[in-house]
Protein backbone atom coordinates (compact mmCIF):
# COMPACT_ATOMS: atom_id res chain seq x y z
CA UNK A 1 0.00 0.00 0.00
CA UNK A 2 2.74 2.70 1.09
CA UNK A 3 4.47 1.59 -2.33
CA UNK A 4 1.81 2.02 -4.53
CA UNK A 5 1.05 5.27 -2.81
CA UNK A 6 4.50 5.93 -3.04
CA UNK A 7 4.45 5.52 -6.79
CA UNK A 8 1.24 6.97 -7.37
CA UNK A 9 3.09 10.24 -5.77
CA UNK A 10 6.10 9.58 -8.57
CA UNK A 11 4.04 9.45 -10.99
CA UNK A 12 2.04 12.54 -10.75
CA UNK A 13 5.43 14.22 -9.52
CA UNK A 14 6.74 13.02 -13.34
CA UNK A 15 3.49 14.60 -15.05
CA UNK A 16 3.73 17.45 -13.45
CA UNK A 17 7.31 17.98 -14.54
CA UNK A 18 6.53 17.57 -18.17
CA UNK A 19 3.59 19.92 -17.85
CA UNK A 20 5.66 22.41 -16.33
CA UNK A 21 8.20 21.88 -19.42
CA UNK A 22 5.62 21.75 -21.86
CA UNK A 23 4.39 25.27 -20.67
CA UNK A 24 8.31 26.29 -19.96
CA UNK A 25 9.26 25.69 -23.91
CA UNK A 26 6.16 26.81 -25.60
CA UNK A 27 5.85 30.03 -22.95
CA UNK A 28 6.10 33.65 -24.73
CA UNK A 29 9.52 33.95 -25.71
CA UNK A 30 10.97 30.53 -25.46
CA UNK A 31 8.64 29.70 -28.82
CA UNK A 32 10.62 27.88 -31.20
CA UNK A 33 10.28 29.57 -33.85
CA UNK A 34 11.97 29.52 -37.31
CA UNK A 35 11.46 32.60 -39.18
CA UNK A 36 11.26 31.56 -43.61
CA UNK A 37 13.31 32.43 -45.92
CA UNK A 38 10.78 35.43 -47.25
CA UNK A 39 10.60 36.94 -44.16
CA UNK A 40 14.76 36.81 -43.51
CA UNK A 41 15.54 38.27 -46.82
CA UNK A 42 13.45 40.92 -46.66
CA UNK A 43 14.28 44.23 -47.66
CA UNK A 44 13.06 47.26 -45.03
CA UNK A 45 10.76 49.26 -46.76
CA UNK A 46 12.07 52.65 -48.38
CA UNK A 47 9.60 55.22 -46.36
CA UNK A 48 10.80 57.86 -49.90
CA UNK A 49 8.94 55.18 -52.06
CA UNK A 50 5.41 54.24 -52.60
CA UNK A 51 3.46 51.97 -54.87
CA UNK A 52 2.32 52.81 -57.98
CA UNK A 53 -0.99 51.95 -57.25
CA UNK A 54 -1.31 53.85 -53.57
CA UNK A 55 0.24 56.94 -55.59
CA UNK A 56 -2.74 56.94 -58.17
CA UNK A 57 -5.20 56.21 -55.83
CA UNK A 58 -4.41 58.90 -52.92
CA UNK A 59 -4.50 61.25 -56.04
CA UNK A 60 -8.29 61.04 -55.70
CA UNK A 61 -8.27 59.74 -59.52
CA UNK A 62 -9.51 56.10 -58.30
CA UNK A 63 -9.75 53.07 -55.74
CA UNK A 64 -6.81 51.08 -55.76
CA UNK A 65 -8.53 48.20 -56.99
CA UNK A 66 -9.20 50.82 -59.72
CA UNK A 67 -5.67 51.73 -59.88
CA UNK A 68 -4.20 48.30 -60.58
CA UNK A 69 -5.94 47.79 -63.70
CA UNK A 70 -5.20 51.30 -65.28
CA UNK A 71 -1.60 50.07 -64.91
CA UNK A 72 -2.26 47.06 -66.28
CA UNK A 73 -4.20 48.55 -69.30
CA UNK A 74 -1.16 51.12 -70.00
CA UNK A 75 -2.56 54.51 -68.88
CA UNK A 76 0.11 55.05 -65.82
CA UNK A 77 3.47 56.41 -66.71
CA UNK A 78 6.21 57.29 -64.27
CA UNK A 79 9.25 60.34 -65.76
CA UNK A 80 7.67 59.33 -69.07
CA UNK A 81 7.66 55.61 -69.14
CA UNK A 82 4.25 54.03 -69.20
CA UNK A 83 4.63 51.20 -66.25
CA UNK A 84 2.45 48.03 -66.07
CA UNK A 85 4.10 46.42 -63.22
CA UNK A 86 2.32 45.14 -61.02
CA UNK A 87 4.02 46.35 -57.34
CA UNK A 88 6.26 49.28 -58.96
CA UNK A 89 7.48 51.49 -56.47
CA UNK A 90 7.56 55.26 -56.94
CA UNK A 91 10.04 57.74 -55.98
CA UNK A 92 9.77 61.06 -53.84
CA UNK A 93 10.47 63.48 -57.18
CA UNK A 94 9.10 61.29 -59.77
CA UNK A 95 6.86 62.87 -62.41
CA UNK A 96 3.45 60.37 -62.50
CA UNK A 97 0.94 60.74 -65.19
CA UNK A 98 -2.37 59.65 -65.40
CA UNK A 99 -3.83 59.15 -69.17
CA UNK A 100 -1.28 61.73 -70.03
CA UNK A 101 -2.33 64.39 -67.04
CA UNK A 102 -0.04 64.48 -64.43
CA UNK A 103 -1.03 63.66 -60.63
CA UNK A 104 0.07 64.06 -57.32
CA UNK A 105 -0.53 61.98 -54.12
CA UNK A 106 -0.36 65.18 -51.58
CA UNK A 107 -3.36 67.33 -50.13
CA UNK A 108 -3.44 69.82 -52.69
CA UNK A 109 -2.30 73.15 -50.80
CA UNK A 110 -1.91 77.16 -51.92
CA UNK A 111 -0.33 79.57 -49.62
CA UNK A 112 0.01 82.86 -50.22
CA UNK A 113 2.76 85.10 -49.13
CA UNK A 114 3.83 88.87 -49.15
CA UNK A 115 7.20 88.45 -49.21
CA UNK A 116 9.58 91.08 -47.70
CA UNK A 117 12.82 92.41 -49.42
CA UNK A 118 16.07 90.10 -48.74
CA UNK A 119 14.80 86.83 -49.93
CA UNK A 120 15.60 85.20 -52.61
CA UNK A 121 12.29 83.25 -54.70
CA UNK A 122 13.76 79.97 -55.04
CA UNK A 123 13.87 76.60 -53.99
CA UNK A 124 17.46 76.07 -54.11
CA UNK A 125 19.60 75.34 -51.25
CA UNK A 126 22.86 77.71 -50.66
CA UNK A 127 21.17 80.42 -51.68
CA UNK A 128 21.03 82.30 -48.40
CA UNK A 129 17.42 83.68 -46.52
CA UNK A 130 14.68 81.72 -49.62
CA UNK A 131 11.03 82.25 -49.55
CA UNK A 132 11.10 78.83 -48.59
CA UNK A 133 12.32 79.30 -45.55
CA UNK A 134 9.28 82.16 -45.08
CA UNK A 135 6.40 79.03 -45.82
CA UNK A 136 8.46 76.01 -43.99
CA UNK A 137 5.81 75.82 -41.19
CA UNK A 138 2.73 76.52 -43.65
CA UNK A 139 2.36 73.15 -44.90
CA UNK A 140 3.64 69.31 -45.24
CA UNK A 141 2.87 69.43 -48.81
CA UNK A 142 5.67 70.06 -51.39
CA UNK A 143 4.96 73.55 -52.22
CA UNK A 144 6.57 76.28 -54.45
CA UNK A 145 6.02 79.29 -55.65
CA UNK A 146 4.40 80.43 -59.05
CA UNK A 147 6.81 82.98 -60.65
CA UNK A 148 9.41 85.11 -59.11
CA UNK A 149 9.81 88.68 -57.26
CA UNK A 150 13.81 89.54 -56.69
CA UNK A 151 15.96 89.35 -53.67
CA UNK A 152 14.62 93.49 -53.10
CA UNK A 153 11.50 92.82 -54.56
CA UNK A 154 8.58 92.52 -52.15
CA UNK A 155 4.91 91.27 -51.89
CA UNK A 156 2.38 88.97 -53.04
CA UNK A 157 3.97 85.41 -54.19
CA UNK A 158 1.27 82.32 -54.71
CA UNK A 159 3.02 78.93 -53.41
CA UNK A 160 1.05 75.22 -54.62
CA UNK A 161 1.76 72.14 -56.10
CA UNK A 162 -1.65 72.20 -58.08
CA UNK A 163 -0.41 71.91 -61.55
CA UNK A 164 -3.26 73.15 -62.80
CA UNK A 165 -3.08 76.24 -61.40
CA UNK A 166 0.55 76.79 -62.01
CA UNK A 167 -0.61 76.08 -66.01
CA UNK A 168 -3.14 78.87 -65.79
CA UNK A 169 -0.17 81.41 -64.42
CA UNK A 170 2.00 80.30 -67.08
CA UNK A 171 -0.28 80.09 -70.07
CA UNK A 172 1.33 82.44 -72.28
CA UNK A 173 -2.72 83.49 -73.69
CA UNK A 174 -4.27 83.82 -70.36
CA UNK A 175 -2.23 84.11 -67.51
CA UNK A 176 -3.38 85.72 -64.32
CA UNK A 177 -2.66 89.52 -64.05
CA UNK A 178 -0.42 90.94 -61.16
CA UNK A 179 -0.34 94.42 -60.15
CA UNK A 180 2.39 96.10 -58.62
CA UNK A 181 3.22 99.63 -57.27
CA UNK A 182 6.54 100.67 -58.36
CA UNK A 183 8.92 103.73 -57.41
CA UNK A 184 11.57 104.77 -59.97
CA UNK A 185 14.05 106.92 -59.16
CA UNK A 186 12.60 110.01 -61.20
CA UNK A 187 9.44 110.89 -62.50
CA UNK A 188 7.79 108.83 -65.60
CA UNK A 189 7.23 111.33 -68.31
CA UNK A 190 3.81 111.21 -69.79
CA UNK A 191 5.54 110.30 -73.22
CA UNK A 192 7.21 107.23 -71.70
CA UNK A 193 4.36 106.25 -69.81
CA UNK A 194 2.33 106.13 -73.22
CA UNK A 195 4.78 104.48 -74.93
CA UNK A 196 4.12 101.57 -72.23
CA UNK A 197 0.77 101.31 -73.01
CA UNK A 198 0.87 101.03 -76.87
CA UNK A 199 3.98 98.78 -76.34
CA UNK A 200 7.25 98.87 -77.83
CA UNK A 201 9.92 96.79 -79.39
CA UNK A 202 12.91 95.72 -77.17
CA UNK A 203 15.52 93.92 -79.63
CA UNK A 204 12.90 92.96 -81.52
CA UNK A 205 10.71 92.09 -79.62
CA UNK A 206 7.58 93.23 -78.15
CA UNK A 207 6.53 94.88 -75.05
CA UNK A 208 3.23 94.87 -73.50
CA UNK A 209 1.53 95.14 -70.42
CA UNK A 210 -1.92 94.97 -69.24
CA UNK A 211 -2.10 98.59 -67.66
CA UNK A 212 -0.25 101.49 -66.38
CA UNK A 213 -1.24 104.64 -64.82
CA UNK A 214 0.14 106.93 -62.05
CA UNK A 215 -0.74 106.92 -58.60
CA UNK A 216 -3.21 109.39 -57.16
CA UNK A 217 -1.84 111.46 -54.70
CA UNK A 218 1.67 110.32 -55.30
CA UNK A 219 4.17 111.86 -57.13
CA UNK A 220 5.04 110.75 -61.05
CA UNK A 221 7.82 108.62 -59.53
CA UNK A 222 5.06 106.13 -58.49
CA UNK A 223 3.19 104.08 -60.91
CA UNK A 224 0.50 101.33 -60.72
CA UNK A 225 1.68 98.67 -63.42
CA UNK A 226 -0.28 95.59 -64.67
CA UNK A 227 1.13 92.36 -66.36
CA UNK A 228 0.39 88.88 -66.82
CA UNK A 229 3.76 87.80 -66.56
CA UNK A 230 5.06 85.33 -63.79
CA UNK A 231 8.30 86.83 -63.17
CA UNK A 232 9.15 90.81 -63.09
CA UNK A 233 11.85 90.20 -65.87
CA UNK A 234 9.84 92.32 -68.39
CA UNK A 235 9.35 95.19 -65.77
CA UNK A 236 12.78 95.10 -65.39
CA UNK A 237 13.49 95.29 -69.32
CA UNK A 238 10.58 98.44 -69.66
CA UNK A 239 12.30 100.62 -67.14
CA UNK A 240 16.27 99.98 -68.35
CA UNK A 241 15.28 100.62 -71.93
CA UNK A 242 13.28 104.12 -70.99
CA UNK A 243 16.72 105.05 -68.83
CA UNK A 244 14.52 104.65 -65.27
CA UNK A 245 15.86 102.80 -62.14
CA UNK A 246 13.50 100.82 -59.96
CA UNK A 247 14.19 101.84 -56.72
CA UNK A 248 11.04 100.28 -55.06
CA UNK A 249 8.72 97.13 -56.43
CA UNK A 250 5.71 95.74 -54.47
CA UNK A 251 3.23 93.41 -56.12
CA UNK A 252 0.08 94.19 -54.34
CA UNK A 253 -2.29 91.75 -55.78
CA UNK A 254 -2.52 88.99 -57.77
CA UNK A 255 -5.86 88.76 -59.86
CA UNK A 256 -8.69 89.06 -56.99
CA UNK A 257 -5.88 88.30 -54.59
CA UNK A 258 -4.77 91.38 -52.26
CA UNK A 259 -2.58 91.81 -49.04
CA UNK A 260 -5.28 92.36 -46.82
CA UNK A 261 -4.55 90.67 -43.19
CA UNK A 262 -0.93 89.52 -44.64
CA UNK A 263 1.38 91.69 -42.51
CA UNK A 264 4.82 91.66 -44.08
CA UNK A 265 6.49 88.27 -43.97
CA UNK A 266 3.48 86.43 -43.29
CA UNK A 267 1.42 84.33 -45.15
CA UNK A 268 -2.14 82.54 -45.42
CA UNK A 269 -4.18 79.84 -46.77
CA UNK A 270 -6.44 80.39 -49.68
CA UNK A 271 -10.34 79.93 -48.89
CA UNK A 272 -12.18 77.94 -50.61
CA UNK A 273 -14.42 80.72 -52.38
CA UNK A 274 -10.46 82.58 -53.37
CA UNK A 275 -9.65 79.25 -55.01
CA UNK A 276 -12.85 79.41 -56.95
CA UNK A 277 -12.37 82.31 -57.92
CA UNK A 278 -9.06 82.12 -59.13
CA UNK A 279 -9.62 78.76 -60.80
CA UNK A 280 -12.18 81.03 -63.17
CA UNK A 281 -9.62 83.70 -64.13
Not at 21 to 40: C, L, W, Y
Not at 43 to 63: D, F, Q, T, W
Not at 108 to 113: E, N, T
Request: net charge positive; glycine share 8%.
Amino acid sequence: MNKQQGGQRKGKTSVESSKKDFKKSFAKGNTPFRKNEAQQNKKPSNPNEIRLNKYVANSGMCSRREADVHIATGLVSVNGKVITEMGYKVKIGDEVRYDGARINPEKKAYVLLNKPKGFATTTSEGKGRTVMDLVANATSSRIKPIGRLGRNSKGLLLFTNDDTVVDKFTNSKNGVPRLFHIELNKNLKLEDLKKIQTGFKVEGKLITVEAISYIDGASKKEIGLKVKNTGNTIIRTIFNYLKYEIENLDCVAIGHLTKKDIPRGSWKHLTEQELNTLQML
